[in-house]
């Protein structure tokens, strides 16, 4: 039985503050996933790793210092994936897998933005006045969405809001918490193979 899972997830920028508002964003998105490892008394713990080779690096060394855990990677995938996670990840950043298996890998696909447009109600609602719906792509396959119009469209949708327009650092972590989850799981298949994969490794179902 697993007895801690450790989350090492790509972002948050470079400095401690940002690094927790994102955490508390993600720990807010994965929720249904933070309650099965209360209930089965399992420790849980999201670690913001700033860039995405840091969040590699702060992976594999994670295998080592932490060798009873089960230790997570997700990053975004920038790029359409056509494979499985650690194949995509040697193909795209010549990264190798450190001797464990995909179970332990997962990617936003294509970046966490997608995420955000597979909620279109969210953004209204959290934009408000001024949201230019018709910027956002209307495709229901969020993950095909090419990776280089996800953030320009974004901005594109919120830049007459009176938030301003979409600034990951500022404004990802409080959308992370207000995302319908089953709503970004129905158009993300590797969001919903994270849901999945990592409750059944714990003993439970979302």
């Known amino acids: 039985m697993v007895k801690e ?16 508002l994102l955490r508390q964003g993600f720990s807010a998105f994965l929720n249904k996933l ?39 990677l997700l990053v975004d995938a920038e ?19 450190p001797g464990v298996d995909d179970n332990h890998c ?36 969020v993950e095909s969405i090419d990776k280089d119009s996800l953030e320009p469209n974004l901005k594109k949708a919120t830049s007459d809001t009176s938030k301003g327009e979409y600034q ?7 959308l992370l918490e207000k995302l319908d989850v089953a709503k970004v799981r129905q158009a993300s298949p590797n969001c919903d193979r994270l849901f999945t994969t990592l409750s059944q490794i714990m003993g439970g179902t979302v």
Request: aromatic share 12%.
């Open 168 to 174: 990951k650092i500022q404004h990802a972590s409080q």
């Open 34 to 72: 933070v309650q099965i490892a209360r209930s089965k008394g399992i420790k849980w713990q999201i670690i913001m790793c700033g860039s995405r080779n840091s969040a590699f690096s702060d992976f594999q060394n994670a295998l080592s210092d932490h060798p009873d855990a089960f230790n997570v």
């Open 5 to 20: 899972i450790r989350i090492y997830i790509e972002g948050g920028g470079d400095s401690k503050n940002t690094k927790a």
């Open 106 to 141: 997962y990617l936003m696909v294509q970046t966490m933005e997608a995420w955000f447009i597979a909620d279109i109600d969210t953004l209204k609602k959290y934009y408000g006045q001024g949201f230019k719906e018709n910027c956002i792509p209307k495709n229901p396959n």
């Open 79 to 97: 790029a359409p994936v056509k494979q499985t996670p650690w194949k995509h990840l040697k193909f795209r950043d010549n990264w190798d897998s």
